[in-house]
T-cell receptor
């Protein structure tokens, strides 16, 4: 298996532009997580899905952020409009749940976003 | 407030010694706790999971303990090697009835030859 695949790996954009980050989870995994990592705040959970359904989006910073999972093999995280404070590394992770818990997370390599 | 705290300072250890990293949490009742390793520019990689009814778990040179009374987990690397240098993150489910996983801020470990 190729693992969790994220794109783009690097994105540089200007303030106000729309940014879309993409994630392909590992086939057969039923949980998908989006995290954001910065030096100041560490790894923050933004939102997670179970069987393509958003379960908890309480970590999404504000209405400028949205996430979708139209099917089991694809998810997007969108920021519109982007701001410099959104600059961070965004990670997608997937896992196979057992007993209702997600267990071990498999992370992608991350998308490094820079908003100028 | 609810939080997960790890060694705030970087840890520098002589090769061959045992490295011990700490993860403390407050106001959570996790059903399990996990440890991950993260190298610069890479995503975290899972190492170990320990459940609330387990006191200790081992995997090769790694050992994890979980004390639900102290609300603390210790992560040990025995016979440490320079290749063990990385940032180590602990993670838990903040509510054992939920399925979200949140992370501590991590501890940067450096093993000097």
């Amino acid at each position: 298996d190729a693992g969790v695949i994220q794109s783009p790996r690097h994105e540089v954009t200007e303030m106000g532009q729309e940014v879309t980050l993409r994630c392909k989870p590992i086939s057969g995994h039923d949980y998908l997580f989006w995290y954001r990592q910065t030096m100041m705040r560490g790894l923050e959970l933004l939102i997670y899905f179970n069987n393509n359904v958003p379960i908890d989006d309480s970590g999404m910073p504000e209405d400028r952020f949205s996430a979708k999972m139209p099917n089991a093999s694809f998810s997007t995280l969108k920021i519109q409009p982007s701001e410099p404070r959104d600059s961070a590394v965004y990670f997608c992770a997937s896992s196979y749940g057992t007993g209702g818990a997600p267990g071990e997370l498999f992370f992608g390599e991350g998308s490094r976003l820079t908003v100028l | 407030s609810q939080k997960i705290e790890q060694n705030s300072e970087a840890l520098n250890i002589q090769e061959g010694k045992t490295a011990t990293l700490t993860c403390n949490y407050t106001n959570y009742s996790p059903a399990y706790l996990q440890w991950y390793r993260q190298d610069p520019g890479r995503g975290p990689v899972f190492l170990l999971l320990i459940r609330e009814n387990e006191k200790e778990k081992r995997k090769e040179r790694l050992k994890v303990t979980f004390d639900t009374t102290l609300k603390q987990s210790l992560f040990h690397i025995t016979a440490s090697q320079p290749a063990d240098s990385a940032t180590y993150l602990c993670a838990l489910d903040p509510n054992s009835s939920a399925s979200k996983i949140i992370f501590g801020s991590g501890t940067r470990l450096s093993i000097r030859p």
